[in-house]
């Protein structure tokens, strides 16, 4: 049984996901028993192989996605910086024809795109130039809808604790609910050895660094937006930037997690 | 179906247009009843009642974030780290009212440290003699939610600064 790392929100399904973490489809089964988390809390669901040295491999392996996540998330002010610094400014810019710069679908490209709907947005075209099936604005109207999205998931995730779980070959071996400000319960089950528990350490550690990368990602978009800004004419710049932001931080987070699934399946394979 | 944009201070495109192959007209369209709304997409955005949804919920998370910093201030006055074991893990839920784990566990560590320093121990014990398998548990449970509190701390913060560049207008 391979390992799955699962978050699952209640009523929703997860947005912006990094690291080894899928989503979940809500209510989640909480294992062995009739116990549930509070049915606003996030879970957060570790589910290890028997074999306790493909248990730890498989933690292993999501403690580096996580770091690689974190790492190039931490890159993207610079990136964005060179970006501005040599892009075109000014009113009568296009960014699409930025965008032809790079090669297509990288997330510079999108982000320039997005830019572009942006730029348009703010000199003042209205909503009803825009027709059925004009792909750029529906683009940028779906990132928009995608931060929203993040955003309300982070708001709600920020005013409750969250549940971390760790099962092995089904048999849930602790769980713990900790809050933002590290306050902590860890219920174990009698009688774990010590690699056991170091499998629960370490899961929840992986969580918890991946709650706080989500928070990051947030302040990396705003931060992000802040500065194509500076591209734009407007004070409304910043927020109408904002799913641009969000497109090229996600996009550059989608392309590690492809490269590390592939990865992971080379390894496998 | 793409618009035209504005691409001045651009090399303009050659008007490929003019080249085309000439098209048969197609026969004049028999009229066709004008319906009540013509085909545009409405995506919501720019029409004057959510033109500044974004901004809304941007706000509103600032807002959410700004009371969440302040408890979590006064939060981290505090660290509050339990070490239950149990026997039927899966019938332990909990209880926000009181803020514990309840259910069939059993409490067998607590740490409460205050920023003064002030610290409120309670050690296992097994027939009279510290547990220190437990207590060792515990102490790794204890030093993770320091480093968790200082990680999640960090980034609130830099998220709180991140906000305020986009709702500050530039100069």
């Given at each position: 049984m391979p390992a799955i790392f699962e978050l699952t929100l209640p009523e929703e399904e997860p947005i912006g996901l990094v690291g080894p973490w899928e989503s979940q489809a809500?209510?989640?089964?909480?294992?062995?028993?009739e116990a549930e988390a509070d049915p606003a809390a996030p879970v957060w669901k570790v589910s290890l192989p028997a074999d306790p040295f493909e248990a730890e491999q498989a933690l292993a392996q999501a403690e580096a996605q996580v770091a690689e996540a974190e790492s190039a998330l931490a890159t993207v002010p610079a990136r964005l910086d060179a970006l501005t610094a040599s892009a075109p400014r000014g009113a009568a810019v296009s960014f699409e024809v930025v965008s032809y710069?790079?090669?297509?679908?990288t997330p510079e490209a999108e982000m320039f795109s997005l830019l572009e709907q942006a730029r348009q947005l703010e000199q003042?075209?209205?909503?009803?130039?825009?027709?059925?099936?004009?792909a750029a604005y529906a683009a940028w109207e779906q990132a928009r809808i995608q931060f929203e999205t993040f955003t309300g998931q982070l708001q709600r995730e920020v005013m409750h604790f969250a549940w971390v779980e760790t099962n092995v070959a089904g048999h849930l071996l602790a769980r713990t609910t900790v809050?933002?400000?590290?306050?902590s319960d860890t219920v174990w089950l009698v009688d774990l050895d010590a690699q056991q528990i170091a499998l629960h350490r370490r899961s929840l550690q992986v969580a918890v660094k991946t709650r706080a990368l989500r928070m990051r990602m947030f302040s990396t978009v705003t931060g992000g937006a802040a500065k194509l800004?500076?591209?734009?004419?407007?004070?409304?710049g910043a927020l109408l930037a904002l799913p641009a932001a969000w497109k090229y931080v996600t996009e550059i987070l989608a392309l590690i997690k492809t490269h590390q699934n592939l990865t992971q399946g080379e390894t496998h394979g | 179906m793409s618009k035209p944009r504005p691409t001045a201070d651009i090399p303009a495109m050659p008007d490929f247009s003019k080249d085309e192959t000439p098209v048969p007209s197609a026969p004049e369209p028999a009229p066709v009843p004008q319906a009540e709304s013509a085909p545009v997409a409405n995506y919501g955005w720019f029409d004057a009642e959510s033109q500044g949804k974004l901004a809304d919920s941007t706000q509103n998370f600032i807002q959410k974030l700004g009371s969440f910093l302040s408890k979590a201030l006064d939060d981290a006055l505090t660290l509050d780290v339990r070490t239950y074991v149990s026997e039927d893990i899966g019938s332990v839920t909990y209880d926000k009212e009181k803020s514990e784990l309840v259910g069939s566990?059993?409490?067998r560590a607590m740490t409460y440290v205050k920023i003064d320093g002030d610290t409120l121990v309670c050690v296992p014990e097994t027939d009279g003699e510290l547990d220190t398998a437990v207590w060792a548990v515990h102490m790794d449970m204890v030093n993770q939610a320091r480093e968790s509190r200082a990680e999640l701390m960090k980034a609130i913060v830099s998220t709180a600064g991140s906000l305020a560049s986009v709702f500050t207008p530039k100069s």
């Open positions: 809500a209510p989640v089964s909480y294992a062995l028993g710069g790079f090669e297509a679908e003042g075209r209205g909503v009803e130039s825009y027709a059925i099936g004009d809050g933002w400000s590290g306050d800004s500076m591209l734009l004419t407007t004070p409304a | 566990v059993q409490l």
